[in-house]
């Protein structure tokens, strides 16, 4: 997998990669599922370049693009871009405003397991190029010749009447010293393209490109034929814009040989590692899938993942209980929350998976561990069951707000569990005080008891990373346990007595998108949230949390800061006239999860 991956990192800097996230205009050719095998590991194709370029222009934040006030802001980025697209231009014949606009058919990325335990995957890219088909031509033949000039070895094959390009990367002095030390020679995936009419197919193996060009006008035993492929796809709707599929069983098989080849381990690991896979229940995992639109019916936006784990799950996927019930928000969740999401959840089903879970390993651990869990002043040993499971609810919430004025470090955020038998769980909440040493500040708010837990300070080697700062305060109240990292937003939702989300209209615009019954739904306000955005970058805060964000001895992040020129940001009202609310649900039926996100069109932005 490593090596397959740093093949994939040759095709992102050939500028190649990103163009995946294009969409293209539809043609008569083989769709690249269907020319696929059934060994693909992982596929994201978009359907429509032209299309989707336009479904952006046409979208809220296509819009906002060429919003007039935003003339100065984008006239620094453009400039910036052509800066760092001189050189690209000076090899590649164009630049990175033509890179983009090249592709006009289906695009598609793949990940295609091998028979070869050395090299166990390989990578390919589809591009359709349309009407560009002569430009992309130029583009290829002189980045080929770019990297003949850089040392790499280049070869033309024939192959059924196509010239294949074989670009074979030098290697690099670490690289030789690596080899060298592991005693054994791995050289590393050449870099394979080739066109037929307008199609052009980039990958790193020979084998797999023949493959394809034998089977471009398809195959039975292609990805699309794959049940589990065909399962998810019908489930996303014919309409996505974009489409993306992984098999997590071939996935972890994948990772498993690519950490073997690279360790040169025993073979016993794999096997046991993929029986460990069957033990836990992961092997019904069927496949992982997703698709994205632009600009349709009320929707500026939609997106959905799919789980696909039909009924009966095993192992560690029956923690995941979530029954489909009728959801509103509680009547403690305040109108002003900017952020909302609640699940239905079994946890007394979670907690049987868990206890069957660690008795396949261990026999009897959680008894014995209770046993140990005795207060400092003795008495009766904590339950899982009992004391927690039992009492706890079904249902989690989480809650989100910022304090006014809005800052970088002013988000408050809440997390509801509902309980069932709240006078019981007092005393379970009093054992796990005493079992775990803490010494809360106790106070009373309106009849109920606030604890406040000090959070300490833990040293940080980079001083631009952020900090957690406390108090994290708790309380059992309206049949639920709160947990809040702002004791100002606990208080409020104890206070009560203010206008409730449920009854905004904000909220019920976006409930009359939900069905009536969900596993989970959640809401959301943008604007908000990027105006805090907006605000970092307008004080100079956001290069200073991209330099905390970096990790020692990676990239330079902060470095993308300076692409925006705060000094030309026109005011927030700009953003947020195009900034609209959203939300989502998520539905778990006998085929496994759907969850389903959308922003709702502004009428008039």
Same mark, same amino acid.
């Given at each position: 997998m490593r090596i397959a991956l740093r093949a994939g990192v040759r095709l992102a800097l050939?500028?190649?990669?990103?163009?995946?996230?294009?969409?293209?205009?539809?043609?008569?050719?083989?769709?690249?599922?269907?020319?696929?095998?059934?060994?693909?590991?992982?596929?994201?194709?978009?359907? $429509?370049?032209?299309?989707?370029?336009?479904?952006?222009?046409?979208?809220?934040?296509?819009?906002?693009?060429?919003?007039?006030?935003?003339? #100065?802001?984008?006239?620094?980025?453009?400039?910036?871009?052509?800066?760092?697209?001189? !050189?690209?231009?000076?090899?590649?014949?164009?630049?990175?405003?033509?890179?983009?606009?090249?592709?006009?058919?289906?695009?598609?990325?793949?990940?295609? @397991?091998? #028979?070869?335990?050395?090299?166990?995957?390989?990578?390919?890219?589809?591009? #359709?190029?349309?009407?560009?088909?002569?430009?992309?031509?130029?583009?290829?033949?002189?980045?080929?010749?770019?990297?003949?000039?850089?040392?790499?070895?280049?070869?033309?094959?024939?192959?059924?009447?196509?010239?294949?390009?074989?670009?074979?990367?030098?290697?690099?002095?670490?690289?030789?010293?690596?080899?060298?030390?592991?005693?054994?020679?791995?050289?590393?995936?050449?870099?394979?393209?080739?066109?037929? @009419?307008?199609?052009?197919?980039?990958?790193?193996?020979?084998?797999?490109? !023949?493959?394809?060009?034998?089977?471009a006008d398809g195959r039975e035993n292609s990805l699309a034929s794959n049940e589990a492929y065909a399962q998810a796809v019908k489930k996303l709707g014919p309409d996505s814009q974009v489409v993306w599929f992984v098999d997590p069983v071939k996935f972890f098989k994948i990772t498993i040989a690519s950490a073997e080849a690279a360790s040169g381990g025993d073979p016993a690991r794999k096997q046991q590692a993929e029986a460990m896979f069957q033990v836990m229940g992961i092997n019904g995992l069927k496949a992982l899938a997703g698709s994205f639109v632009l600009n349709t019916g009320n929707y500026d936006s939609v997106g959905k993942i799919i789980v696909l784990a039909p009924a009966p799950v095993q192992g560690v996927l029956k923690v995941f209980q979530m029954p489909k019930v009728s959801l509103k928000p509680e009547p403690w969740v305040p109108a002003s929350v900017f952020n909302y999401r609640t699940i239905s959840w079994n946890l007394d089903s979670a907690y049987a998976a868990v206890n069957d879970l660690v008795n396949m390993f261990q026999p009897g651990v959680l008894n014995v561990l209770e046993q140990q869990l005795v207060g400092p002043n003795g008495g009766e040993p904590l339950s899982f069951q009992k004391d927690i499971f039992g009492p706890l609810g079904n249902r989690i919430t989480m809650i989100s707000d910022f304090k006014k004025p809005i800052k970088e470090d002013s988000q408050r955020s809440l997390v509801g569990i509902a309980i069932d038998g709240p006078k019981s769980f007092q005393g379970t909440l009093n054992k796990l005080i005493a079992l775990a040493g803490g010494q809360p500040k106790k106070r009373e708010f309106q009849g109920t008891t606030i604890y406040d837990f000090e959070v300490p300070e833990v040293p940080n080697a980079n001083p631009?990373?952020?900090?957690?700062?406390?108090?994290?305060?708790?309380?059992?109240?309206?049949?639920?346990?709160?947990?809040? $990292?702002?004791?100002?937003?606990?208080?409020?939702?104890?206070?009560? @007595?203010?206008?409730?989300?449920?009854?905004?209209?904000?909220?019920?615009?976006v409930a009359r998108e939900f069905p009536d019954q969900v596993s989970g739904m959640s809401f959301m306000r943008p604007d908000e949230n990027a105006r805090v955005s907006y605000d970092m970058i307008k004080s100079g805060q956001f290069e200073k949390a991209l330099q905390g964000a970096a990790v020692a001895g990676g990239p330079d992040m902060s470095k993308l800061g300076k692409w925006i020129d705060k000094d030309k940001l026109p005011d927030f009202s700009v953003f947020a006239k195009y900034l609209s609310q959203g939300g989502g649900y998520s539905v778990q039926d006998e085929d496994g999860l759907t969850v389903t996100t959308f922003t709702l069109r502004k009428e008039k932005p």
């Amino acid at each position: 997998m490593r090596i397959a991956l740093r093949a994939g990192v040759r095709l992102a800097l050939a500028g190649w990669l990103g163009l995946t996230l294009l969409a293209a205009q539809g043609r008569a050719a083989t769709p690249p599922e269907k020319i696929l095998p059934d060994s693909t590991v992982g596929f994201v194709k978009v359907n $429509n370049a032209a299309g989707a370029r336009e479904s952006f222009r046409q979208s809220q934040f296509g819009q906002l693009w060429t919003d007039p006030a935003l003339k #100065d802001l984008k006239e620094s980025f453009v400039q910036k871009l052509d800066e760092s697209g001189k !050189k690209l231009k000076e090899k590649l014949g164009v630049t990175l405003e033509e890179l983009f606009e090249l592709p006009q058919g289906p695009v598609a990325l793949a990940l295609v @397991g091998r #028979d070869d335990p050395k090299v166990p995957s390989a990578l390919v890219l589809s591009i #359709d190029a349309g009407k560009n088909t002569s430009t992309m031509g130029d583009v290829m033949t002189r980045a080929t010749k770019q990297a003949e000039d850089e040392g790499a070895k280049v070869e033309a094959q024939e192959f059924k009447g196509q010239k294949l390009h074989v670009i074979h990367p030098p290697k690099k002095k670490d690289d030789k010293d690596k080899d060298k030390a592991k005693g054994a020679d791995k050289p590393q995936p050449p870099l394979v393209w080739t066109s037929q @009419g307008s199609v052009f197919t980039i990958a790193t193996d020979v084998d797999l490109v !023949k493959d394809l060009v034998a089977n471009a006008d398809g195959r039975e035993n292609s990805l699309a034929s794959n049940e589990a492929y065909a399962q998810a796809v019908k489930k996303l709707g014919p309409d996505s814009q974009v489409v993306w599929f992984v098999d997590p069983v071939k996935f972890f098989k994948i990772t498993i040989a690519s950490a073997e080849a690279a360790s040169g381990g025993d073979p016993a690991r794999k096997q046991q590692a993929e029986a460990m896979f069957q033990v836990m229940g992961i092997n019904g995992l069927k496949a992982l899938a997703g698709s994205f639109v632009l600009n349709t019916g009320n929707y500026d936006s939609v997106g959905k993942i799919i789980v696909l784990a039909p009924a009966p799950v095993q192992g560690v996927l029956k923690v995941f209980q979530m029954p489909k019930v009728s959801l509103k928000p509680e009547p403690w969740v305040p109108a002003s929350v900017f952020n909302y999401r609640t699940i239905s959840w079994n946890l007394d089903s979670a907690y049987a998976a868990v206890n069957d879970l660690v008795n396949m390993f261990q026999p009897g651990v959680l008894n014995v561990l209770e046993q140990q869990l005795v207060g400092p002043n003795g008495g009766e040993p904590l339950s899982f069951q009992k004391d927690i499971f039992g009492p706890l609810g079904n249902r989690i919430t989480m809650i989100s707000d910022f304090k006014k004025p809005i800052k970088e470090d002013s988000q408050r955020s809440l997390v509801g569990i509902a309980i069932d038998g709240p006078k019981s769980f007092q005393g379970t909440l009093n054992k796990l005080i005493a079992l775990a040493g803490g010494q809360p500040k106790k106070r009373e708010f309106q009849g109920t008891t606030i604890y406040d837990f000090e959070v300490p300070e833990v040293p940080n080697a980079n001083p631009n990373a952020p900090k957690f700062k406390g108090p994290i305060s708790l309380a059992l109240a309206k049949n639920t346990l709160f947990v809040s $990292n702002e004791p100002t937003l606990l208080e409020q939702v104890l206070r009560g @007595g203010a206008a409730t989300l449920a009854d905004s209209a904000a909220f019920q615009e976006v409930a009359r998108e939900f069905p009536d019954q969900v596993s989970g739904m959640s809401f959301m306000r943008p604007d908000e949230n990027a105006r805090v955005s907006y605000d970092m970058i307008k004080s100079g805060q956001f290069e200073k949390a991209l330099q905390g964000a970096a990790v020692a001895g990676g990239p330079d992040m902060s470095k993308l800061g300076k692409w925006i020129d705060k000094d030309k940001l026109p005011d927030f009202s700009v953003f947020a006239k195009y900034l609209s609310q959203g939300g989502g649900y998520s539905v778990q039926d006998e085929d496994g999860l759907t969850v389903t996100t959308f922003t709702l069109r502004k009428e008039k932005p």
